[in-house]
């Protein structure tokens, strides 16, 4: 019996999300033979012009500016559906100040806006689902790329390359592998690449609600403080983050970080008890600035955990998105941070020289390199602000308060901050 011969590439992503979609796409544009091995799901089945209006995805993702400009770049976000898309033009931010402290001021509210900051807007919020529609669009049309609906089960590397054995027998070949297949990265798995992690013990909570009143363009943030231990033996718990962020028309996303016993709490309530909570946990700083709350899909919960691969590139293997790292949902920055590994490895690609192929290790080490500054110094700001509002006790709230004060007094340090997030 034959064996098949396998297929040919220069790269193999292994990955079917928003990254890997990207990632296949823009090397694709780029002139290259790319594989793209994951399995269809149903969303990628249906076009963008089949997805139901009246449906909204309780997954939704903050793009910034490099994110869109990566996006418009793959001519996918003029086909975007604008009645999809909301931009953020405002975000206020406000501290843990204790009830006493009742005025928005004392709690240290922070305020970022797009017109301060010259710019259109601060963001766009935008269901996963969505962008996904239209990714599968762009790439069923980019003859580049050769869509494998399977999954990798075998992994073979020599001098010249990566062998992957496909789940229904077929194989590809590839002088480079991209691992954009997850936090629990099956390529980085293979590589026997270890991560550093910590777990928050907690649980991101999402839903989507509509609300009585507008949103005004902009998302809100609450950090809500430590919740009481019920045991003298638990664990401290860690500071929980309420965020709720504005979708088109009158509708708000949630993401409430929530320590691992309050989050199956939320998770098991009724949508309109989960609504009644949620305006309760809201209230404090600004008033029911949203009315009444409906929710109107169900509350899901997954896991927190800051999550660093120990090397993002071997030779012929390179690693972007969550299969390299994991942070905080705090500063809404994940996704961004994963589209913006896809433009560095497009850009170490692009300015390749001519005698090295794509899984030179030398190569594969400037994306490494680039990428490490940005990295850093998200994952420092969003884990340090987590522990920081975590941290116990009267002094560590009026010290954390008070620097949430100076930083809002401050328009230049504002402005650097919107830069930095922007990308």
């Known amino acids: 019996m034959t064996r098949p011969s396998p297929s040919r590439f220069q790269v193999a992503v292994v990955g079917g999300g928003i990254v890997g979609k990207a990632c296949a796409l823009l090397l694709a544009q780029q002139g290259m ?7 269809r ?9 089949t997805a139901d209006p009246g449906q909204w995805d309780s997954r939704i993702y903050a793009f910034s500016a490099s994110s869109q400009a990566l996006l418009e770049q793959l001519r996918v976000w003029e086909a975007l559906d604008p009645a999809r898309m909301q931009p953020v033009c405002d975000m206020r931010v406000f501290g843990d100040a204790s009830a006493a402290q009742a005025n928005a001021s004392a709690a240290g509210d922070l305020h970022f806006s797009a017109y301060a900051a010259t710019v259109a807007q601060l963001a766009w919020i935008i269901e996963s689902g969505h962008v996904e529609r239209v990714l599968d669009t762009a790439l069923r049309f980019q003859h580049q ?7 990798a089960a075998a992994f073979a590397r020599d001098h010249d390359g990566v062998t992957l054995t496909l789940a229904g027998g077929g194989k590809v070949r590839a002088a480079c592998v991209v691992g954009a297949d997850g936090a629990r990265s099956w390529v980085r798995e293979q590589c026997h690449i270890p991560v550093t992690k910590r777990h928050y013990r907690q649980l991101g909570v999402v839903a989507n609600f509509e609300c009585e009143l507008p949103h005004q363009d902009t998302a809100w943030q609450w950090f809500l403080g430590t919740p009481p231990k019920l045991m003298a033996d638990e664990e401290p718990a860690n500071g929980e983050i309420l965020a709720l962020l504005p979708l088109p028309g009158q509708r708000v996303s949630m993401v409430w970080s929530a320590d691992d016993a309050h989050a199956s709490e939320l998770l098991a309530l009724s949508p309109e008890a989960l609504a009644d909570t949620v305006m309760q946990a809201a209230s404090g ?17 997954f896991p927190l955990v800051l999550q660093r691969a120990d090397q993002f590139v071997q030779p012929h293997v390179a690693l972007v ?13 994940g996704m961004n941070l994963g589209l913006r590994d896809v433009a560095e490895l497009g850009r170490v690609m692009a300015a390749k020289e001519s005698f090295r192929a ?5 190569l594969l080490r400037r994306y490494e390199r680039a990428r490490a500054t940005d990295l850093l110094s998200l994952t420092a700001a969003t884990d340090g602000l987590h522990r920081l509002f975590s941290l116990p006790g009267g002094v560590a709230r009026t010290v954390r308060n008070a620097g949430m004060r100076v930083v809002g007094s401050q328009s230049l340090l504002k402005r650097f901050l919107i830069g930095r997030a922007l990308g």
């Open 33 to 39: 033979q790319v594989a793209l091995v994951a399995p």
């Open 41 to 49: 799901s149903p969303a990628s089945a249906a076009s963008a012009a």
């Open 145 to 151: 790329v050769h869509w494998h609906d399977d999954t």
């Open 285 to 301: 700083a600004v008033g029911r600035q949203f009315g009444a709350l409906r929710c109107v899909t169900p509350a899901q919960g």
């Open 321 to 333: 998105g969550d299969a390299a790292h994991v942070v905080h949902p705090l500063a809404g920055q």
């Open 358 to 362: 794509e899984g030179d290790l030398r």
